[in-house]
């Protein structure tokens, strides 16, 4: 079974500061995982994927995310946050198998201020 | 770049009636799913299909659920007698040519039964 755990249902920073956006993730075989981020009256839109290639990954509007297997963790970064980054933010989990389903943490709110 | 699309936006239906959602995965994916998330819950796996069956069910996707791909672009999903607790945003992703690759999500339809 697979889980995700996404630490602080609300996070806000000040625009221009670091976003961290924590994920610790359990599973039982090598993971995929991925980040979306839902703005508001909108679909999911994925930000990164982890597929065990590079463990440092790049992602669009500026974020990167860190495979660590030792701490079964995946944060989500950005170095400078804008405002438009407010957002629901989704961490979630797949394995290997066809058409594997994604199992999601309960989301991260991050709001951003002047 | 191509979009998943989901119809309609929004359906509101008297509890008991039958009601379908519909999706247009994007065209030259294999893979299709739906997901559905309850206000301010996280979003839940329902079922994923691939080769004109289903490949995966969670524990929600009950008797009163089913899934069609009627056509070479719909992909439906049909609940027969709604109850309350059917009332959420219901999510359609699909994905490519390889079960690896990452599912690219509508922007759901809210369904509120009364």
């Known amino acids: 079974a697979q889980s995700v755990t996404q630490l602080g249902s609300h996070v806000s920073v000040s625009e221009g500061a670091l976003v961290l956006l924590r994920c610790n993730y359990s599973?039982?075989?090598?993971?995929?995982l991925f980040w979306y981020v839902q703005y508001p009256n909108q679909g999911l839109q994925l930000l990164l994927k982890?597929?065990?290639?590079?463990?440092l990954v790049k992602g669009i509007n500026g974020f990167e995310a860190e495979f660590k297997k030792s701490e079964t963790s995946f944060h989500l970064t950005k170095p400078s946050a804008h405002m438009r980054d407010a957002a629901e933010y989704f961490c979630?989990?797949?394995?290997?198998?066809?058409?594997?389903?994604?199992?999601f943490g309960t989301g991260t709110r991050l709001q951003v201020t002047l | 770049e191509p979009e998943v699309t989901q119809t309609p936006s929004h359906q509101v239906t008297q509890m008991g009636q039958e009601v379908i959602l519909r999706c247009v995965p994007i065209?030259?994916?294999?893979?299709f799913y739906w997901y559905r998330q309850i206000l301010g819950q996280k979003v839940e796996f329902l079922v994923s299909?691939?080769?004109?069956?289903?490949?995966?069910k969670s524990e929600i996707f009950d008797d009163q659920f089913s899934v069609e791909r009627p056509d070479g672009s719909n992909f439906t999903l049909k609940i027969r007698s709604t109850k309350l607790e059917d009332s959420a945003m219901y999510f359609c992703?699909?994905?490519?040519?390889?079960?690896?690759?990452?599912?690219?999500f509508g922007d759901g339809t809210r369904l509120s039964i009364l």
């Open positions: 992703a699909s994905s490519g040519t390889h079960s690896n690759q990452p599912q690219h």
């Open positions: 065209s030259n994916h294999l893979y």
């Open positions: 299909f691939y080769n004109n069956e289903i490949s995966e």
């Open positions: 979630a989990v797949s394995n290997t198998g066809t058409a594997s389903k994604l199992t």
């Open positions: 599973s039982s075989v090598p993971p995929y």
């Open positions: 982890y597929t065990s290639a590079a463990t």
